[in-house]
C-alpha cells in the first residue's frame, strides 16, 4: 500500500483520514481484496508503447476498435508512428491520431484494429469522472518502461482535484508511466499520468472529464 508521509499537505490529509477510515472495521481486508482482483482484470488494459526516437511511455485500451489514450509529450505530431506492446501478445503497430497538447494527452490508433475485439480487456471510461471529493485511486503504467516478463503495475494511492481540474495522488509514479491508467476502485477510468513531482511525492493526472469536455466525441464509443 502506498501510503506516504512526505506529500504536499492536501495529499497528507487525504491519506491521513482515509488511513483512519480503512482501520475501521474489515476496510483493509476489503480493500487488499479489491486491489488484487484489480491487478487480475484491468493490468493488461495498460501498454506499453515504444515512439520513433525510442522513449517509453505508456497507453491504455479504451476500445475494442484499438483506440488507446496517452500523453502528448511522448509524441512529435499526429501521425507519428507507435510500436505497441503487452506481455503475451506479438507486438503492434499504431499511428497518433490526435494531439492536445494543453491537456497533454494524445489518442493513438492500433493497425488492424480488430486485434483487439477478442481476448482483450478494455477499461471502462467513468460515468462521472469528475471528483467530488478525494477517494482511493489504482494506478498502472509500464514503470521504467515495458518489459515482457511482467503486466504493468500497480500503485495505490489516494487522489483529488485541484482548482485548475487537475488530479493530484499520491501514486509512487516514474519515467515510462507517463499515458498510463488512474482508476476508481470500481476500476473505471478516470485520468491519464502526466508528470510526477519527486520533491512532493505525488503524481498528476489529466482528468478524464477534462478530455471528455475537450473531444465529446469519445463519449460514443468505436463510433
Known amino acids: 500500500m502506498n ?23 474489515d476496510g483493509i481486508e476489503a480493500l487488499e481484496l479489491k486491489v488484487e482482483q484489480a491487478i487480475e482484470d484491468f493490468s493488461g488494459a495498460c ?19 484499438g483506440r488507446f489514450l496517452s500523453s502528448a ?32 494527452v494524445a489518442l493513438l490508433q492500433a493497425d488492424g484494429g480488430g486485434y483487439y475485439a477478442k ?11 469528475g471528483l467530488d471529493e478525494p477517494t482511493e485511486a489504482l494506478a498502472f503504467g509500464h514503470a521504467s518502461g515495458f518489459r515482457r516478463e511482467r503486466k504493468a503495475p500497480l500503485r495505490f494511492g489516494f487522489v483529488y482535484e485541484n482548482a485548475e481540474g487537475d488530479l493530484i495522488s499520491n501514486c509512487r509514479l516514474t519515467i515510462g508511466d507517463s499515458g498510463g491508467a488512474l482508476l476508481n476502485l470500481d476500476g473505471e477510468l478516470i485520468g491519464i499520468h502526466r508528470t510526477v513531482d519527486r520533491k512532493w511525492g505525488s503524481a498528476t493526472h489529466v482528468s478524464l472529464a477534462a478530455i471528455l469536455d475537450r473531444w465529446p466525441d469519445m463519449k460514443k ?3
Open 3 to 25: 501510503f506516504i508521509i512526505k506529500a504536499k499537505p492536501v495529499v497528507f490529509l487525504v491519506t491521513l483520514v482515509s488511513c483512519v477510515n480503512l482501520v475501521a472495521g
Open 47 to 65: 501498454y506499453g508503447v515504444r515512439t520513433c526516437d525510442g522513449s517509453w511511455g505508456s497507453a491504455v485500451l479504451i476500445s475494442k476498435g
Open 73 to 104: 509529450h511522448l509524441f512529435e505530431s499526429v501521425g507519428e508512428s507507435v510500436v505497441i506492446h503487452q506481455v503475451g501478445r506479438p507486438e503492434g503497430l499504431g499511428k497518433v491520431v490526435r494531439l492536445d497538447r494543453d491537456l497533454d
Open 119 to 129: 481476448g482483450t480487456q478494455v477499461l471502462a471510461l467513468s460515468s462521472r469522472p
Open 221 to 223: 464509443g468505436d463510433s
